[in-house]
Each structure stands twice: as structure tokens, then as C-alpha cells.
């Protein structure tokens, strides 16, 4: 118990109290042991307690801190009506850790204008876990430094008789106490405190693969840090410093990359025992196994958030192999370490260093290896003065090289329509009918037309009427032109095809019985043989593709069949298609297959001629600097 002067800051703005002396404290040993034989949460036994001391010492303001699962809870009692002084609450809390690190109970004496005041705090001890579970810390009013040294008495009786009571509960009850042992610090944070006393990352791996070379009597120990999914040999126990490309060393970091992408331990060894752990399958640690004259090997990964950070291996000699509990042992302890050396990672870099390690790595790395070096080399040469052939891949669908139109000849009832798109049909196959019975009816009128002037004309010439038997005459013969127009029609009402092909437009189903207009398009027939296609060049490649160019192409639907092109035809325009600019090329197609259908959709690959190649990989990225910066 310790009692000290605090001169800052002043009390001159906490009001004027009636002080108690300690010698009219009210006794609560009954009232604690009532409090401990209360059957609730250790935290709600405490702050009922907290409530009985602040009452008891009359206390401007209270702290109550306890450590439960490893985190510290508070409760602050603080009516800002008595205390208004935040320089005095950060006193209370920096008192508060001072008796809680140190176990001892504490007070601070603040001299005032009207009476003096004090901050006292004592720790709660867990005597079941023998450690700190927490503090009490409270600002009363004094009447000098005895009368502070003994409330703080006051209190620390009263903790310790609280402590004891519930030490005793928990005995007689059979309960374990509800508050983790914090004397000593978890294992991760001793970790962490061990990795500050080293230099760097490097430092930290050395002094852990020497530390657990010889407390698990190994010959040799070793870890690996992950960088990009593969594992990287940072300290070997024994060697001051690491060649990587030697054989001990690659085989280590292969035999840790097995175990980074198996996810758990792996050991491989020679013995007969039945109890030891299975050395079954992992070829890359056999292997390792026998390089070493069959000493025992075995590698542990470090996980933190279930994430693989790192990978520990160890050697031992082939007359000492691994006990299962001896791998159980080292993976617990190497797991502390991995919050530590996840912070030497991210700590020991600097921003421009990870920027220069990973650019070291990507560029010097494949030059490690004379062929490999040679490769890269031969590589680059090609990519900067090689050239290749340039065929830009454009979207084309299938079209017919000649669409017959079939119109309607003349204002008529649509009466039949057998045929629609799909249909295959022959060279002069009716396609269509127009209803000619008002034709027909009229072709008959006609006729009888004729025959009643042939008649009247007869009649004329005999009667030697020559001028009436003339007029009778013509009239004749324009009933026989009216009567072949109509005659004509009646042919022309079955519409038929002229050619072998397919419809590939139109349905006159649901207009049988509707008047069709003289010129209206009804179907559309394709020749069976004579397709082309119809290549969309994106406008940014357009001056590249020229009439002449060849090349071949691939429908979607049939992929593997590909068939040869020549460009005929490019439009000097360009047209908006889903959004783009592009310019319509035709191409006649090479030897033409019976799967090809009109409308078909498909890529077509451009023999534009030779490129270099660094242009190829690049021209897109440097056209679209050059129009964005006007370069």
C-alpha cells in the first residue's frame, strides 16, 4: 500500500464535503459476507460490492474494471454534478493500471482550497486463479494523508475479505472461478514482446530456429514465411546465412510447399513403432527423408485466422523419431509466434521496400537459371523486333448471296399459303395463291363479249356494212387483250419459284382471306447453294482490313468447321450496330456446307498481314493513350 502527493491538477472546482474520518467507517464485514454467499455472476457480486464501498467512503466518483476472458469490463460511476475534471478521471485510470500491473493497492492525495480529496485504488485478486482479476478505484475526501492511508486500508481489507469469501464459496460449491488467470500474459503476447527484442524478421526466424533446435533436440530446424502462396526458407538453425538454390535448402522449401498446400502437420520417418505418427504418401517429404539418410523429418504450419502464414520444419537423427505428443507439443508452442511474426511482416517494410522487394523478385528471379535467363532473353528480342502475322478476330453471320423477293403481282384475297420460312421447295413449285374467281367470272364475261361482236360483225359484213363491220372488228380485238390480261392474272395468281432454294422470310398463314396490296413483299426464297458472309469491322480496325483479304471463319453453332474467305466488298460507311461503329464488308465463301443457314452468327479470323510483335500485344492500349493525351 502506497500513499503519495499528487499536485495537479488543483481541486478547486470539486465542492466542499463533510469529510468522514475513517474511525466513523460503518463495519461491513457482515454486509460482505452476505454479499459472497449470494448465488450470482462473479461480475454482478463486485459491482454490488462497488456500490457498498462507494456508499460506505462516500465517494465523489467510482471505477470498477474486471478482467473477464481477457478483456477488461468497466463501470464508472461519475454524477457530473460533484466531479467536472477530465485531467482528474485520466488520474483515476492511469492509477487504476498502476495497482492492477503491480498488484499493490494505491493512493494519490490532491490538496484543495476547502478540504483535501484522494484518489485510493485497490486490486481484486482471484485467489482460486492466483492473479489480478481487476480494480476498484475511488475519489473520496480526506482529512490528510493518515486518513487516506487508512480508507485505502478500509478498502483493501474489504476486497480481501470479499476475495477470501468467494474463494471459500467456490471450494465448497465446487466451481471453478469465472475470471481467467492473468498473472501470467497469454503466450501470443510474450511472443510478440520477444519478437520487439529482435532486429527484423530475419532476426525473429533465426533465434526461433536455434531456440527450438535444441530444445526438441533436433539437427536441424528451419521456417519458411509465405509470400504469394509459396513458402520462402528464411532461417536454417546453424547457418549464418542461406544460398536457395542449394539442394538442402530446396529441399526444404519444397517439403514446406507440401505442407502449405496439405494445410496440417506432416511427418515422415523411419520406425517400426506402431504408436508413432503415420508416414504415409508426401512424396516431396520422402523424398527429403532419404536425402537426409533417412532422419526423421516433419513440418508444422503457423495459422493465424485460419490462414497459413508460415511453416516450421525440424530434422531429427533416425535413432530419435517424433512422438506424436513431441509434433502436438511444437505445433501449440510455434502457434504463439504467429501473431509475432505477422506483425515483424507488415512492420519491417516499408512501402517502398515491398514495392522493391516485389519488383526484385519479378524481374531478377527468372534470371536465377542460365536457361531460364537465356528464355527470358530470347523472349524479349522476339517480342521487341519479331513479326507475325496479324488476324484480328471479328464478329460475321451467314447471309444468302441472292434473296428472291416474292411480291404480290396485283391487288388480290390471299387464298392459299402451303409453304412458310424453312421450307425447302423446288424451281416452279407454287409457293402462294391469289383467289381468281372474280377473274375467272370476268374472263367468261369477256368471252362472251367476243362472241356476241363476232356475231354483230358477221352480221355487218354480210349486209356489206364495211364501216359498222370495222368498229365491230376492233372492238373484237380489244376484248381479246382485256381477255389475255385477264387470262395472264389468272397465271400469275399461283406464285411460283424460280429457282431451288429455301424461304427463309415469311409467314402468310394468318393473312389467308386478306386483300394483299400489288408489290407487298410475301416471302423471301434463298438459292440452296451461294452463301456469303457479312463480317461487322469494328471502326478501330477498319483501315486495317482491305477488299482482297482472306481468311477463314467459324459459326457458333458449328465451331470446329471452318471454311475459307475472301473479302468482295466493303462499304465506304459506317453503321451503329448494338451501340458501335462498324463497317459492313462482304465475303464469298469456300466450299459452302449443308449445315450453313441464313442468319447463322459466327467470328471470322482476317489475314490483315505481318505485324510486329510488340505492336500486336500493345496497339490498342498505345491508340487509346495517343486519342486520350493527343500524343
Known amino acids: 500500500m502506497a500513499v503519495q502527493t499528487h499536485q495537479q491538477p488543483n481541486s478547486s472546482s470539486l465542492p466542499p464535503t463533510v469529510t468522514r474520518s475513517s474511525a466513523e467507517l460503518p463495519p461491513i464485514d457482515a454486509q460482505i459476507d452476505r454479499l459472497a454467499n449470494i448465488d450470482q455472476d462473479f461480475r454482478e457480486s463486485y459491482a454490488q460490492l462497488f456500490t457498498l464501498l462507494r456508499s460506505n467512503l462516500d465517494a465523489l466518483w467510482g471505477l470498477l ?21 477530465e485531467a482528474l478521471v485520466d488520474m483515476a485510470y492511469a492509477l487504476s493500471l498502476e495497482a492492477q500491473m503491480d498488484s499493490v493497492s494505491r493512493a494519490k492525495l490532491i490538496p484543495g482550497q476547502s478540504s483535501n480529496y484522494a484518489v485510493i485504488s485497490c486490486p481484486i485478486m482471484d485467489l482460486d486463479a492466483r492473479c489480478v482479476a481487476g480494480t476498484i478505484t475511488l475519489f473520496v475526501s480526506v482529512q490528510g494523508k493518515d486518513d487516506a492511508g487508512e480508507k485505502l486500508g478500509y478498502l483493501e481489507n474489504a476486497l480481501t475479505r ?18 481467467p488467470a492473468t498473472a501470467e500474459p497469454p503466450a501470443e503476447l510474450t511472443a510478440i514482446i520477444k519478437a520487439t527484442q529482435c532486429e527484423d524478421l530475419r532476426g525473429l526466424c533465426f533465434s526461433l530456429v536455434n531456440g527450438y533446435c535444441q530444445k526438441f533436440g533436433c539437427t536441424k530446424t528451419s521456417i519458411g514465411i509465405v509470400e504469394n502462396n509459396r513458402t520462402r526458407v528464411y532461417a536454417i538453425s546453424g547457418m549464418d546465412t542461406l544460398i536457395e538454390n542449394s539442394p538442402a535448402v530446396i529441399d526444404i ?53 485460419g490462414e497459413i502464414i508460415a511453416v516450421f520444419s525440424l530434422e531429427r537423427s533416425v535413432e530419435n523419431p517424433f512422438e506424436a505428443a513431441e509434433l502436438a507439443q511444437v505445433e501449440k508452442s510455434i502457434q504463439t509466434f504467429g501473431p509475432a511474426i505477422t506483425m515483424m511482416v507488415k512492420s519491417s517494410l516499408s512501402l517502398r521496400q515491398i514495392a522493391k522487394e516485389k519488383v526484385k523478385r519479378l524481374l531478377l528471379r527468372p534470371f536465377e537459371n542460365r536457361v531460364t535467363s537465356l528464355c527470358v532473353i530470347a523472349g524479349l528480342a522476339f517480342i521487341i523486333l519479331g513479326w507475325l502475322p496479324y488476324r484480328p478476330t471479328i464478329p460475321c453471320t451467314i447471309e444468302p448471296a441472292n434473296v428472291n423477293h416474292v411480291v404480290a403481282p396485283f391487288d388480290g384475297i390471299l387464298a392459299s399459303a402451303p409453304l412458310f420460312a424453312g421450307d425447302e421447295i423446288k424451281k416452279g413449285q407454287v409457293l402462294l395463291k391469289l383467289d381468281t374467281r372474280e377473274l375467272e367470272m370476268e374472263q367468261q364475261s369477256v368471252a362472251a363479249q367476243i362472241r356476241a361482236k363476232e356475231v ?17 372488228d376492233a372492238e373484237v380485238e380489244a376484248l381479246r387483250v382485256e381477255q389475255s390480261i385477264v387470262r395472264k392474272k389468272i397465271q400469275l395468281a399461283s406464285l411460283r419459284s424460280r429457282m431451288d432454294g429455301t424461304i427463309i422470310r415469311g409467314d402468310m398463314r394468318e393473312q389467308l382471306g386478306q386483300v394483299v396490296s400489288k408489290g407487298t413483299e410475301l416471302l423471301q426464297v434463298a438459292p440452296t447453294d451461294g452463301m456469303k458472309i457479312q463480317i461487322k469491322i469494328p471502326e478501330s480496325q477498319a483501315n486495317l482490313v482491305k477488299t482482297g483479304h482472306e481468311g477463314y471463319f467459324a459459326a457458333s453453332s458449328n465451331p470446329s468447321d471452318r471454311h475459307r474467305f475472301k473479302i468482295t466488298k466493303i462499304t465506304p ?7 458501335s461503329n462498324v463497317v459492313m464488308a462482304e465475303a464469298e465463301i469456300s466450299g459452302q456446307a449443308d449445315w450453313m443457314r441464313s442468319g447463322m452468327s459466327g467470328y471470322a479470323k482476317v489475314r490483315t ?3 510486329p510483335v510488340w505492336w500486336i500485344l500493345g496497339h490498342r492500349v498505345f491508340e487509346g493513350l495517343k486519342l486520350r493525351f493527343w500524343l
Not at 460507311?573 to 451501340?579: E, F
Open 65 to 85: 474494471e474486471i478482467m473477464v476472458s481477457g478483456r477488461t469490463v468497466s463501470r464508472e460511476y461519475n454524477p457530473r454534478e460533484k466531479l467536472d475534471s
Open 162 to 179: 470479499f476475495s477470501q469469501q468467494m474463494s471459500t464459496q467456490s471450494v465448497a460449491t465446487g466451481t471453478a472461478s469465472q475470471t
Open 253 to 305: 522449401q519444397q517439403s514446406q510447399d507440401e505442407c502449405l498446400d496439405y494445410g496440417s502437420p506432416i511427418v515422415v520417418q523411419k520406425s517400426d513403432r506402431i504408436d508413432l505418427p503415420p508416414s504415409d504418401g508426401f512424396l516431396i517429404h520422402q523424398k527429403w527423408h532419404q536425402n537426409t539418410a533417412a532422419a526423421a523429418v516433419a513440418s508444422v504450419p503457423i495459422k493465424v485466422d
Open 456 to 472: 354483230a360483225r358477221n352480221a355487218a359484213m354480210a349486209e356489206r356494212k364495211k364501216s359498222e363491220a370495222s368498229v365491230l
Open 609 to 611: 498481314g505481318w505485324q
Open 573 to 579: 460507311s459506317t453503321q451503329l450496330i448494338n451501340g
